[in-house]
Every structure is written in C-alpha cells, then in structure tokens.
C-alpha cells in the first residue's frame, strides 16, 4: 500500500491493559504522533483503535507500545515461499511483504525458500499476505491442516522430479545439437536440423523462463528468469531469421550465423545448474529433517483400565499415562512415573553418555530409550514440546539474516536492472564500433552477458553457510536463535559466567548446619520462610528441614541478591547473606564468624537465619563444580578470551570456586542489576562481550550483552533472552560455539568473494572486453556453463561445514 491512501482504521490488541492510570504513556504517545487521525482505548476489549491514512505507521505504533512496557501480541511464522527462482525474487517477495499493512518484519531465505514473518493478527491474516504475494507473481503454501508438511515435502519431490526429466531431456537433445554447431556445420539442413532439435529445449523444456520472465514484466520487475529469457529468445529468433531468410545478410556481403546451440545449450546448462543447485540446499537443511524424523508417529497409553491401547501422537493429551518400552523414542515430554532406564539424549543435547531416568525425572520427546521400560505422565505435547521448540528456533535461525546479508539482498535487488543495461550497452558499442560484424557479435555479447550474469550466487552465499551452521549447532546441542549471534561469536574477546548452574552442577545440598538455638519450632519456621522463597539455595534448605508443616507468615519481603524477611507471630526473620543481617544492626557471634568464613573457605555459601536481635543459626550449602568446567574455562583463555565470573555468593565461596576452575577475574555479591552493568563497562572498554548464564537474576545481563548464552537445564526466561542455548549445560559447548561462528563466518566470506569474483570478472569478459587485448569472445554455451556452476560451487562450500571437526 501506499503511504498517503484513504483512513483506515486499525484494531491493536495491547496486553498490559488495566486503566486510565496504565494507560497514560499510551495517551502521550498517540496524541502526540502526527500521522494518527483519531484513536481510542477501549478497556473492556484491551485493544486501542487507531484511524490513520498512513498504513506504514503501524510498526512504529507497535514498536513503541512494546517499548512503553504493553505487549501487543503478535504472530511469528516461517512460511514456505513458492515460484521463486533466484535472490532477486526473495527480494521482491520480502519487499511485498514488508509494504503490507500489519507485517512488523519479512525476511525471505532464498536457500531455505521460506519466509519469516511477524506480523499483527487482528490486522492481517496468512491468506491476505498470500494474496499480495501472488499478485507479485509468487505464491505462500499456508496449510495448515494435520499432514500439511508430509504434503509440502510431496511437492517438492514431485517439483525435483519434474526438473531432473526437463534436465535430462535437455542434455539429450543438447549433445547432438552442440556437435552439429561445432562439428558438422556443412551438413545438409544442419541449420534446420538445428531448428529443429532447439525449439522443444527453448519453448518446451525451458518455457517455465519465458512463463516467469512474463509474470515479472506485469509487475514491472525483473529476476533470473528475464535475464534467461532474454538471451536465449534472442539467440533463438535471431537464429529462426537467418535460417529463413539467409539473403538479408549474403546481400550486404554478411555470413548468416546461427546460434541455436547457444540457446539450447544455455538451457539446459542452467537446467542442470538448478538440479545441482536444489540437491545442494536439500542437503543443507539435513539438521531439520534430522529433527523432524525423531518423533514417533504412534505411542502405547495405559488407559484407565491399565490396558494398553496403540494410538497416534495427535491423540495424546496432558497427563496421559504413555508405555515406553525398549528401544523406542519418547513420543512427547513428561515425567517418569514407573520404571526406569537409560534414555539416549544425545540428539538433544550433543552429549553421548545416556542419562538414568528414574520416578520423578523428566523425559523429552525425540530421545531414545535404552534397554528398560518405563511409564510417564505427558506434560508436554505438540509445540510445547522441547524438541518442537528446538525445531522452530532453529527453523527461525536458518531463517534469519546475518548484518553482512543486508548489502548483498541491496546488491541482488539491483542486480538484474543493472546487468541487463550492461547487455544493452555491450550490444550498442559493438554494432557501432565493431565493424562489418559488428552487429552479430553485439548480440552475442547481449546473449552473453545475460547469461553469465549470476545473482542467484551472491543470494546463496549467506543463508546456505548459516543454515548449515545453525544445524551443525542444533546437532551438537547448541542451540543457535538467530545468524546475528553466530556472525558475532568469533569476535567475542571477553567472556562473563555466572556460578551457580553454569561453572557448579546447580544443585545444591545442605552440608552443614550450626544451631545457636535448640527451639525445634525455629526449624519449621526457617523451612517455612524458605518454601516461599524463589531462589535455588533455598530448595536444598526445604529438602534439608524435610519440614512439610505449613507456617503462616506475614509481610514476606525478597531482598534481591541478599536473602528474604517474614513476619511471624509478631516477629520479624531474617534468612540470606551476612551483608542483610548487617544492614538490619543484628549482633554477630565472633566464633560464628570464623565458623562461617572457614566453610566458605571451602567453596560452601553460608546462609544465615535470624530474628531481629541476633543469629539463630548458620547453614554451609555446597554446590558441586563441573567436572568439564575447568577444561572449558581453560579452552577459552587459550583462544585469548577474558574469562570474568560474577556471583551473588560471598566472597569467600566465589574465591575458592574461581580458583579451582583457573578464572583470575571475578567479583562475589553482585546484584542482578550489577551484572548487567559490568557487562556495559567491558562494552565500553570495546570488548565483545559474552553472558552465560542460567537463573531469572541473570536475564538483564544476557539482554545487555553482545551474545547472549542460557544452560539448557536453567530457567525458562533465561533461554528466552538469551541467543544460544547450552542444552547440556555443559560450559566445554562454549568453545565449540565460538569455533562454529568462526568456520560460518570464513565459509560466507570465501562465498561472498567468489560469488563477487566470478560476477566482476565474467560480465565484463562477456561484454568482450578482452576482444581489443587478445581477440578472446566468451561463447554463450561456456557462460551458461559457468553461471551454473557458480551456484553450485557456492552451495557446496557451505556444505563443507558440515564435515568439519
């Protein structure tokens, strides 16, 4: 749409929605933005009307009330894209898409033949973005029904196997038609023959070119397409006019040439060339099909009765009993509620050593089970799953563009125009300075130019090194949100790690525990403070008391980053670090002091319980290191990176487990806000900076930083902010990361440079520029050669990746 049309009005569905008084800034914004005619907020709905006649102010509107703390909820799909033929038409899609009212963000994976898109689903609908894509003259397959994949993937088989007989047929007919051109020229009929063996190549085989190339010239664009079937209908007409009227150019003392080989050859070069092309990026996509193929089909439920009944996956609901018996994969996530066994993980989280499930664990779909059964009841099923969440974050990141994308998709824009005034003007130049011949060599160079000229190579080059990055990522359990952080990896030079969950196992035991006073009622009301706690250390103090006992209390306060207060019976608690007790005047004991420093001395926090006059008891809970973590810290350092570890812990703790994984730089009783601020003064020093971390506290840290890095076994806001997701917790995945973006980012380089090479070099030789120098005159057969084989040379480098270690 335009920006200036006609007013429309605009439903925006906004979360966060309560009064007059929330709605304040909302107010501000709206009355204050010149592009809005009128609006209203209607409370009851939760959604604000907006009257405007610019259609392009909605992403602004919606960035800023996402800013102003309102979510306006929004849809994120990856939709597959149809009819595209090379990266001016993913181009031309993303334009179409962007333009229409309520899409946020559109960006086309011309190696995926996907697109993502965000967009607001009170404004638009996947049929409306349908519609204005096949005005465009491409298509959007938005099924949704069950089987839709299964239907898609037939497409494409059927679409592979139409090209491969088109190519085949091509060649067949090619072989004789170039051996005539180049060997038998004084045949009988050879230019008839010519004739003959060309057209079902030209307007059979290769009438999709000419179909497209019309679509596009409708909606006054231009792609790959125009650029083929430009060449070779010229070739072909110009040839068809010799062949039958040969005396126009023996009477003005001219050879009548022919260049039927050329448009047939041309063809079915390129032909071949999209073969190779679409077997290259099917095989870039192998991590997805991976992870699709890992869940079963078919489960056993126990019903009611505890017979066991076959069922489809569909079928399963929340808190069905589901039989796991030998050798089968896990359908969907639960938690085992009989039986045990190994179950293989490694298609998860990378790692190989089968994990023991026992009554009480949890189990994601896609494992293996080993050699046990076991029952569990489904907590998780369809796109909650685990695995379904791995498979769209890694559907979005193959999706995703790198910074470096943004120059080439305005390269590959411009591309087509820009080549095809080239054609024109190689074509002028020589009819004018080229002699008696002058005009037959210029349209050769036409032919040529159009030919060789190759977008579809500089369209490849990023996303085909980024989806097999990504996938190799996805297989060794790293997870991998978007190409940005995979391009930024390699450059980060410093490294932040937070300790509990990320350098320590992350769960914590009671090791220690000092009394002051023998009251057992102090006992329950200690765990009952702890219960309403939400910080880790304050589970291994519940499992510790084994106090089930509810205690009513009043007035509970959380201290961030020191430790919680509850009022109880009148009296006022304390449980948390030394420096909370310190803040509220508490007395301290001299030999509970040295008690608490010696255990902190051997890396256990201490935790302090006591009422408003002095200390009741002290506890030493002992998070056990990582046996990987120390080699992981040292693989970092010996790639000069600056390995830095903040903790809440005392300083004593974070001294003694600094140590014992070899980190030189850290700080103890940092706040989460505190974090977040150390990561922007290391910014400012001009490091790249890397968060990891695994808690609620370290998600402003994870959002400030360059990369952002969550363990997988760690809370759920963490692995939403973060960019990367450790599966297996496991700190030695960081390294391999970082190597990950370093092979990525050298494969989209040398992509990028041939991609560029060979178009600087081959247009201009196509032109003949060389003809002045040596008398050389590239053959229209060898630029078609040439241009298909400059795709495929790009793809197969980034499938390179694939194979190293």
Known sequence: MNSQTHFQTFHIPLDGLKSEKTALPITEFLSTNPKINSFNIDFKKKRVAIETNHSNVLTEIVEQLNNLGFKVPTVKKTIPVLEMSCASCASGVETILNAETGVLKAVVNFASATVAVEYVPSVTSPLTLKDAVIEGGFDLWIEEEKGSDDALALLHEQKFAKLKMKTYWALALAIPLVAIGMFFMNIPYANTIMWIL??????????????????????????????????????????????????????????????????????????????????????????????MGLQPKFVTLINVEGQH??????????????????????????????????????????EPIPVLKVENEKVFAGTLNQKGSFQFKAEKIGSATLLSQIIRMVQEAQGSKAPVQKLVDKIAGIFVPVVLGIAVLSFLIWTIFGGPNGFTQGLMALVTVLVIACP??????????????????????????????????????????????????????????????????????????????????????????????????????SHTGKGV????????????????????????????????????????????????????AILAISDSIKATSKKAVAELQRKGIDVYMLTGDNPATAKAVAESVGIKHFQAEVLPEQKANFVKQLQTEGKMVAMVGDGINDSTALAQADVSIAMGKGSAIAMDVAKMTIISSDLQKIPEAIQLSKWTVATIRQNLFWAFFYNLIGIPIAAGILFPINGFLLNPMLAGAAMALSSVSVVSNSLRLKWKK
């Open 198 to 291: 060309s057209t079902p190549i030209v307007f059979g085989l290769g009438l999709d070119f000419f179909k497209n190339a019309w679509k596009q010239a409708k909606h006054k664009s231009a792609n790959m397409d125009t650029l083929v079937a430009l060449s070779t209908g010229v070739a072909y007409v110009f040839s068809v006019f010799n062949t039958v009227n040969p005396q126009f150019w023996l009477n003005r003392g001219l050879e009548p040439h022919v260049y039927f080989e050329a448009a047939g050859v041309v063809i079915a070069f390129i032909l071949l060339g999209r073969l190779l092309e679409e077997k290259a990026k099917g095989n870039t996509s192998t991590a997805i099909k991976k992870l």
């Open 309 to 350: 009944e076959q069922t489809s996956i569909e079928e399963v609901q929340i808190d069905a009993i589901i039989l796991v018996k030998p050798g089968e994969k896990i359908a969907v996530d639960g938690i085992v509620t009989q039986g045990q066994s190994y179950v293989d993980e490694s298609m998860l989280s990378g």
């Open 456 to 557: 579809c190579a500089l369209g490849l080059a990023t996303p085909t090194a980024i989806m097999v990055g990504v996938g190799k990522g996805a297989e060794n359990g790293i997870l991998i949100k978007d190409a940005e952080s995979l391009e930024l990896a390699q450059k980060i030079n410093a490294i932040i790690l937070d300790k509990t969950g990320t350098i320590t196992e992350g769960k914590p035991s009671v090791t220690n525990v000092f009394w002051v006073s023998k009251d057992e009622r102090l006992k329950a009301i200690l765990s009952g403070i702890e219960q309403q706690s939400e910080h880790p250390l304050a589970d291994a103090v519940v499992d510790y008391l084994e106090i089930k006992s509810k205690i009513e209390l009043s007035d509970f306060e």
């Open 565 to 616: 207060q509850a009022t109880i019976e009148g009296k006022t608690y304390f449980v948390g670090t030394k420096k909370l007790l310190l803040e509220h005047q508490i007395v301290f004991d001299e030999s509970l002091m040295q008690k608490a420093e010696a255990w902190s001395n051997q890396a256990q926090t201490v935790i302090w319980f006591a009422n408003s006059e002095h200390v009741l």
